[in-house]
């Protein structure tokens, strides 16, 4: 792949960054298996039609540090190196690489809250383009919502199937 390098990200950024988009979606497996779907060989692409491939490039066990390369959309390919890893409960990471030209910094939060029946999901992404990107991120932020939406609403059919598959309820 072609690399551009992006400038690192952290939770300050999470917080300010000029493209943030927060989603909730409530789910109903308990955050344990929630977590196991997040981190299965096929997460993203087993429930968006957006991401075309995840691959894990570091061995598990996963943590801090952990590298997984996206793509999406069957060409822009993304390098993430994950900050922040808490089994069960919270991953962050932020992009290292893309193979597009543009983007500045890039980082995602995904925070498991337990709740009476399952797990309510927050999904953060931030997004922080070049200088001559900016104006276009901007005008592009209502699709960028949508598509980003669609990609952590894509886990609710997912983790449905699941519960009904395996007969479970999240208590």
């Known amino acids: 792949m072609t690399r551009y390098s992006l400038e690192p990200a952290d939770d300050v950024f999470l917080l300010t960054a000029p493209e943030r988009f927060v989603h909730k979606v409530d789910l109903p497996l308990p955050p344990a298996r929630v977590w196991d779907l997040l981190t299965g060989d096929d997460a993203l692409s087993s429930w968006s039609r957006v991401i075309t491939a995840a691959t894990w490039t570091t061995p598990r066990p996963f943590g801090v540090g952990t590298i997984r390369e996206v793509v999406l959309g069957g060409a822009v390919r993304v390098e993430e190196r994950f900050y922040r890893w808490i089994e069960n409960e919270r991953m962050t990471f932020s992009v290292d690489a893309a193979s597009i030209p543009g983007l500045h910094r890039f980082a995602e939060d995904l925070v498991l809250h337990p709740t009476a029946h399952g797990t309510l999901?927050?999904?953060?992404?931030?997004?922080?383009?070049?200088?001559?990107?900016?104006?276009?991120?901007?005008?592009?932020?209502?699709?960028?919502?949508?598509?980003?939406?669609?990609?952590?609403?894509?886990?609710?059919?997912?983790?449905?199937?699941?519960?009904?598959?395996?007969?479970?309820?999240?208590?």
């Open 121 to 171: 999901l927050q999904w953060t992404i931030a997004i922080e383009g070049n200088a001559p990107l900016r104006p276009l991120l901007r005008l592009a932020r209502p699709l960028t919502a949508t598509v980003t939406a669609s990609v952590v609403h894509g886990i609710r059919t997912r983790t449905t199937s699941e519960d009904n598959l395996h007969g479970r309820t999240a208590r």
